[in-house]
């Protein structure tokens, strides 16, 4: 009996030591966000929390698609450039319809398609998933580039005359309850791919893809059709970014959204625990993740450096982040 | 004297004996067979002959200097040159780099000196008669010319004792008559040569003397004459054996739920057969055989490229894995790391994956449902782990294998085709495996069971198919599925002693 008890009583020590280590990408924001608060020197108020979600929205959201890709053992470095497509495609639409609603339909049907050209590249085509979204990367820019070029502008903007502007608008900077209305997008389409990828049969598909593709084929899993729709997936998520982005800036550079997100994403990711080779991880770390992201900007900018050292910071952190997951599993199995 | 002379060697892995006091010998301008079921500790013995391994006791002589320090750079230095099975070649490389590859022949200037290499290979390729252009990216080659390429790269060395471990599993005969004469010739010349096949055939046209291992030790050498037959060779590999617990159970069969009607695929052609529900069918034949591709085209994963299949009284038309198992079918794929786990993936994950694709209308996971029909099969298959949570890879293989079995289970599949199911399994736990195999035919699954391992088969099987390079060669019913009979037609020693005979 008190073999039994002493046994259990290490199991429960173990799964507290496991379930630290599982959660891993919480420490690490915790850490970042403590000291934020304390360069701040309680001068944080709430309204500035709420600024760190508000501020993590567009990059969580395609980090999640770039989550649930790395997952299958892939990546998709397009999404800094859908972003840009999506968004300039849907600034000209929404001044010619002068709808916000057609406007977001029509941003999740293109980013769809984005999407799923890369997947069929990938999953039809077997194709390496880095070449194929290098190429789109390259070409969906361009394109968006290219067609605001055509037009005779500079950045695609949003006509404010129009009557919907302003509810288009003020959607993006709407709060209910001190809290951002982004945000809470961005915490929904959280809960929506977490429960995705741990409560649904297609969630487990894509995890064991990841984990042994030539398993998962001789399970009966289809995987180039699974492949397909993490893709196009994530071009979805592009659209709801692309939109959100819109309704809190009223305009974007398709020269500069978006650029260097594919990293950020992946930075994400990784921080949030996710396996770069596939098949294992939490899509929940990626919303911490990019939230300990957005806080980095905002230590550098409280303490009035130069932006250009921010992606010092982030790239340390990176490597101090991956370094640890690496190293501490080792050290506890000694 | 004897060119190598190997005594009292033994060697242990984790303190499990794989070779105990055994002694082998090469005459110089010899081939002698090295002879030897699956795990009989050839490749051991070999290893430690080229310095892979090194052994815990006994002595290597070799031309008349005792080795001691066994590293592979030193018994290549000494004359000993290993063509391993798998093949070690670099596929980016051409193929005379290959072959020259850290013995380059370079100009003064130190520049390479591509057209002398080039010539040489040529040279070499004439002598032996293989066909193949020296400028080629290894990586274009076909098979068979890969592994002539191996074993011409071998005989380049200027080497005295040459091991070829099953040198002709890719090669057709014509190609196989060649390295024969390219052997004969170099014996000639006094080399010597360790000739390690499961083709009877083969060694009765190529060696001159066999040494038999059985479980790690030494059985019998002697001359391969007019005096000893395949037949003999097949006893003294397999022994006296015999299964001292039997789980075998005869049942009333139902209709015929596989029909294969000149089936012909991938490496496997004009098989013909049928199964009846609730039969356990074992398959048996070397690794060449085919029989691995035959369960894999009946389960949809290999294209049928002539002749019928027949499941449960329909002719199969664009099969693939998902129709197969739509009409209950499931194979248990061999090596169960490769082809089975999903390593990141808990048990519970692990079981449900293939009811998923199944079932994958209600995308929804209803996990207490789940985890209650998880325990219920657990309970069945005797399935020995903690939670259901756990990763597979912290359970042992057999209860690995259990969970891969309750997996297929879980569809509710009727026909399984089990592809070595015993492989990297405990004694223990292949028994009750064999328990399970009975059980679920009582239940009126039929079973197709892919096994190089004749006990398994007495003990599951109702009849055994045999084949060989991918045809059919015989049928034996209980009574007559012995390890010898197996043997015999498994390597085509049925041909042999005829020809022998002649």
């Not at chain 2, 609730?278 to 034949?285: A, K, L, N, S, Y």
């Amino acid at each position: 009996m008190n073999d039994k008890s002493a046994a259990r009583t290490s199991q429960r020590k173990n799964s507290v030591g496991k379930i630290v280590g599982r959660y891993s990408f919480i420490t690490i924001f915790l850490i970042i966000f403590a000291v934020f608060l304390i360069i701040n020197h309680g001068a944080t108020t709430w309204s500035g929390v709420m600024n760190i979600l508000r501020h993590s929205t567009v990059l969580g959201i395609l980090a999640l698609g770039m989550g649930i890709v790395i997952v299958t053992g892939g990546i998709d470095l397009s999404i800094g450039s859908m972003l840009a497509l999506i968004g300039g495609l849907s600034v000209t639409l929404f001044n010619a319809t002068n709808s916000p609603l057609l406007t977001f339909v029509a941003a999740i049907g293109i980013g769809l398609i984005l999407g799923l050209i890369n997947g069929l590249f990938v999953g039809f085509g077997g194709m390496p998933a880095f070449i194929v979204t290098l190429s789109t990367m390259l070409i969906y820019r361009s394109i968006a580039q290219y067609y605001l070029r055509s037009m005779g502008l500079s950045i695609y903007n949003m006509n404010g005359n129009l009557s919907s502007y302003d509810s288009f608008y003020d959607f993006g900077q709407l709060k209910i309850a001190t809290v951002p209305v982004v945000g809470i997008v961005l915490v929904i389409v959280t809960i929506i791919m977490v429960y995705l990828m741990t409560m649904t049969k297609f969630g487990k598909s894509v995890y064991a893809i990841g984990s042994n593709v030539k398993a998962a084929h001789l399970a009966g899993i289809n995987v180039p059709k699974t492949r397909v729709l993490v893709f196009a997936i994530s071009g979805v998520l592009c659209a709801i970014g692309a939109f959100l982005w819109l309704s809190m800036n009223g305009s974007l550079d398709p020269a500069t959204i978006g650029k260097s997100y594919e990293m950020y994403a992946i930075a994400a990711v990784v921080i949030g625990g996710i396996s770069m080779s596939g098949g294992k991880g939490k899509l929940l770390g990626v919303l911490f993740g990019a939230m300990s992201y957005t806080i980095i900007d905002k230590i550098i900018a409280s303490l009035g450096f130069d932006a250009l050292i921010n992606d010092t910071i982030k790239g340390s952190i990176l490597l101090v982040a991956v370094l640890a997951q690496i190293v501490v599993p080792a050290i506890r199995q000694k | 004297m004897a060119l190598l002379e190997m005594t009292n060697i033994s060697k242990s892995f984790f303190g499990v004996p794989v070779l105990q006091n055994v002694n082998f010998s090469v005459e110089e301008g010899e081939v002698h067979a090295l002879l030897g079921e699956n795990g009989a500790g050839k490749s051991t013995l070999m290893n430690i002959l080229a310095g892979v391994y090194t052994r815990d006791a006994g002595n290597v002589v070799f031309d008349g200097k005792k080795l001691t320090r066994a590293t592979i750079k030193g018994s290549e230095d000494v004359g000993i040159a290993f063509v391993h099975q798998e093949l070690n070649l670099f596929n980016d490389l051409r193929v005379f780099e290959n072959i020259f590859l850290r013995k380059e022949i370079t100009t003064r200037l130190g520049r390479l000196d591509k057209a002398t290499m080039i010539r040489k290979s040529e040279a070499l390729f004439t002598q032996l008669g293989v066909d193949i252009d020296p400028t080629m990216v290894v990586s274009e080659l076909e098979a068979g010319k890969k592994q002539q390429l191996e074993i011409a790269k071998a005989l380049f060395a200027n080497a005295k004792l040459f091991i070829l471990d099953e040198p002709t599993t890719a090669l057709n005969n014509e190609e196989i008559e060649h390295l024969f004469e390219s052997i004969r010739r170099l014996k000639k010349q006094g080399k010597a040569f360790i000739f390690i096949s499961h083709k009877m055939t083969e060694i009765f046209a190529i060696a001159d003397r066999y040494t038999v291992l059985r479980n790690g030790e030494y059985i019998d050498s002697g001359k391969i004459d007019k005096t000893v037959s395949p037949r003999d060779v097949a006893r003294m590999m397999v022994g006296n054996r015999y299964s001292d617990l039997s789980v075998y159970q005869s049942r009333e069969l139902g209709d015929v739920v596989i029909e294969a009607d000149g089936l012909t695929g991938h490496n496997f052609r004009n098989v013909h057969f049928s199964v009846r529900k609730g039969e356990i069918v074992g398959f048996t034949g070397l690794l060449s055989a085919g029989i691995s591709e035959i369960f894999q085209t009946i389960f949809g994963g290999l294209p049928i490229h002539g002749g019928t299949l027949t499941i449960k009284g329909q002719r199969v038309h664009n099969w693939s894995i998902h129709e197969a198992m739509r009409n209950r079918l499931a194979m248990i794929p061999s090596n169960r790391k490769e082809n089975s786990l999903l390593p990141d993936a808990s048990l519970l994950e692990n079981e449900y994956v293939s009811e998923h694709t199944l079932s994958g209308r209600i995308q929804h996971i209803f996990a207490k449902r789940e985890l209650s029909n998880y325990n219920a099969l657990k309970d069945v298959l005797n399935i020995k782990a903690n939670s259901a949570a756990d990763l597979i890879t912290s359970i042992s293989g057999g209860n690995q294998q259990k969970v891969v079995l309750a997996r297929w289970l879980n569809t509710e599949s009727d026909i399984l085709l089990m592809d070595n199911p015993t492989q990297g399994i405990d004694v223990g736990a292949k028994a009750e495996i064999y328990r399970l195999i009975h059980e679920l035919a009582r239940d009126g699954k039929t079973i197709l069971v892919n096994s190089l391992e004749i006990p398994e088969l007495q003990q599951v099987a109702d009849r055994c198919l045999v084949f060989y390079q991918g045809q059919l060669q015989t049928e034996l019913s209980r009574a007559e599925l012995t390890e010898e009979n197996v043997m015999l037609w498994a390597t085509n020693a049925i041909h042999a002693a005829e020809v022998l005979s002649r």
